[in-house]
């Protein structure tokens, strides 16, 4: 089993709607969570910090289910602007830096 | 501005020809990782610092050696490249203090090897 895993879509979905992407992660011990976006072959950029009571940020919201070892993007009233590939991040281990990156999960918002 | 630079941003070699890629950030930042990129493989780090003279594998080091002699700048050297090696890397940096500090990824850098 892969420590970090998404669905790599592509989820096409029209503008305006609702998608929601899931991350499983292997190591019950993680403890830090993120979702960074990543335009075509560009530099990934933080999109959220995933808390464990969950948090919000405008249309984005990131929740995480330590019992089930997931996390979650919601992302409502998809823009086009929205289409890109979402990278699922984990700190499997507390105290260190090292960085468990998902495949990613891409999004095509279409008009 | 606050950035993560690297050069160079392209680079076709061939096997055998030592290389290295420099990585600088002027954040002030203790640490920096880099990262190769591969179709289906997505991101996975190579080397990690924490500070100066501190450096730590990540999950693929073979092949690789860094060093961090100054705080802003974090080279990734490849003394015999492999065509393995083709890949897009990604130098990162952040604040060390909390782990929920955003990293800063530097543009990539393209490396074919012949």
Redesign the interface.
């Known amino acids: 089993r892969k420590e970090v895993e998404q669905d790599p879509g592509p989820f096409n979905v029209p503008e305006g709607a609702t998608v929601a992407f899931n991350c499983t992660y292997s190591n019950s011990a993680s403890q830090s969570f993120f979702w960074y976006r990543q335009d075509c072959r560009k530099e990934p950029k933080l999109l959220m910090s995933v808390y464990s009571s969950g948090n919000e940020d405008g249309r984005f919201t990131a929740q995480l289910n330590r019992a089930s070892q997931y996390i979650s993007l919601l992302i409502r009233d998809s823009k086009l602007s929205d289409s890109a590939t979402y990278l699922c991040v984990v700190n499997p281990t507390s105290g260190t830096y090292k960085y468990i990156f998902g495949t990613g999960t891409r999004l095509k918002v279409l008009a | 501005e606050a950035q993560v630079t690297q050069n160079p941003r392209y680079l076709i070699t061939v096997t055998g020809k030592k290389l290295t890629v420099t990585c600088s950030q002027n954040m002030n930042h203790e ?1 920096m ?1 880099w ?1 190769r990129q591969d179709p ?6 190579i080397y ?1 610092s ?1 500070n100066v003279e501190v450096t ?1 594998k ?2 693929v080091p073979e092949g690789y050696k860094v060093s961090r002699k100054e705080k802003r700048n974090f080279p990734l050297i490849l003394e015999s490249p492999s065509p393995n090696q083709t890949s ?1 890397y ?1 130098c990162a940096s952040k604040h ?1 203090g909390q ?2 500090n ?2 800063f ?4 850098t393209r490396l074919t090897v012949l």
């Open positions: 640490y990782s990262y289906g493989l997505g991101l996975r780090q990690y924490m730590d990540g999950d897009l990604f060390r782990s929920y955003e990293q990824f530097g543009p990539g």
